[in-house]
């Protein structure tokens, strides 16, 4: 065979590769066009324009974003969640990796058991769990409140104005703890057991190794958890939703930007504002993750140097 035939051969043999990729990743690409990338690029058009009585829609160019930033309801949504992060995800990833590192030092008994059971919430839908805990908070039948009334202590207002937000971190930490707790489990997993050996070797008991050996292996997953997190903390939407039916004094309809963003859309028919609230969350999540992993970054490469 010539060099220029076995050439065209080789080019043909890539070029049919290449063709059964593209028809294999087509699927998705249609799917993330259609559902993903051409709603948010309306969603980014709706942003841009007003809708008045007279005049229908009117271009204004970002006048619906500055509109945005001097919405109190909206900084106020938007201060709640930064509470809410700083409160919840700490005590949600703390629990996970003491699950994760309690189930790999193979002191729990029932280890099989014990990891269903903290990963079970995780696969109850959010709206029934949120159903399930708004039943458990109800002040009237609600079994905390008939229980401390038992014991002769006062009715917790768990629904109340100032006990909501912890509430709501009570139901998205039970969620979520098993989530994250599998992919710190997974991670310990594969961390080559000649470390642990070497490390019994020295003296080190399982807090030492735990503290040298395990959480350093496995910053890059608890990193990917805390973004994962700080996204889903910024994108609260169904538990203040639901709650709303049951508490709507103390949840208003702009607890959280998503749920401002759905009233004005929905209950308002401003969709033009919904959608700039919208965007402008977006970027405030891709900010904050951004800073968050470019510190964690900067933090892994100070410890390395």
């Known amino acids: 065979m010539s060099t220029t035939a076995l050439g065209r051969k080789r080019w043909s043999d890539k070029h049919r590769r290449n063709t059964a990729a593209y028809l294999f990743i087509a699927p998705f690409m249609i799917l993330f066009a259609t559902m993903l990338l051409m709603p948010l690029l309306y969603a980014g058009y709706l942003s841009l324009f007003k809708a008045q009585l007279v005049g229908g829609d009117t271009f204004v160019w970002l006048d619906n974003y500055a509109r945005a930033l001097g919405d109190e309801r909206f900084?106020?949504?938007?201060l709640r969640m930064c509470l809410f992060l700083i409160i919840q995800v700490p005590i949600m990833l703390g629990l996970a990796l003491f699950f994760a590192l309690a189930l790999d030092s193979m002191r729990v008994?029932?280890?099989?058991?014990?990891?269903?059971?903290i990963f079970v919430p995780y696969a109850v839908p959010g709206v029934v769990a949120t159903l399930m805990w708004g039943y458990l908070y109800g002040d009237n039948f609600g079994p905390i409140a008939q229980f401390?009334?038992?014991?002769?202590?006062g009715s917790p207002q768990l629904l109340s104005s100032e006990n909501i937000l912890g509430s709501i971190i009570n139901i998205v930490t039970w969620q979520f703890v098993g989530y994250n707790m599998v992919i710190m489990y997974a991670a310990m997993r594969a961390i080559p057991t000649e470390q642990y050996e070497a490390a019994r070797i020295d003296g080190a008991g399982q807090v030492r190794i735990a503290w040298s050996i395990k959480i350093p292996a496995i910053r890059n997953s608890i990193i990917l958890c805390t973004i994962f997190s700080v996204i889903g903390?910024?994108?609260l939407f169904s538990e203040p939703k639901l709650l709303y039916e049951i508490a709507p004094n103390a949840?208003?309809?702009?607890?959280?930007?998503?749920?401002?963003a759905y009233n004005l859309a929905f209950t308002n028919q401003d969709m033009n504002y919904a959608a700039a609230i919208a965007f402008l969350l977006g970027f405030i999540i891709m900010i904050v993750s951004y800073v968050f992993q470019l510190s964690a970054a900067r933090r892994e490469k100070g410890a390395r140097s």
């Open 233 to 235: 903390a910024f994108q």
């Open 109 to 117: 008994r029932g280890g099989k058991l014990a990891r269903l059971a």
């Open 251 to 260: 949840i208003g309809s702009s607890f959280s930007p998503n749920l401002y």
């Open 148 to 153: 401390m009334r038992a014991i002769g202590l």
């Open 75 to 78: 900084l106020v949504s938007v």
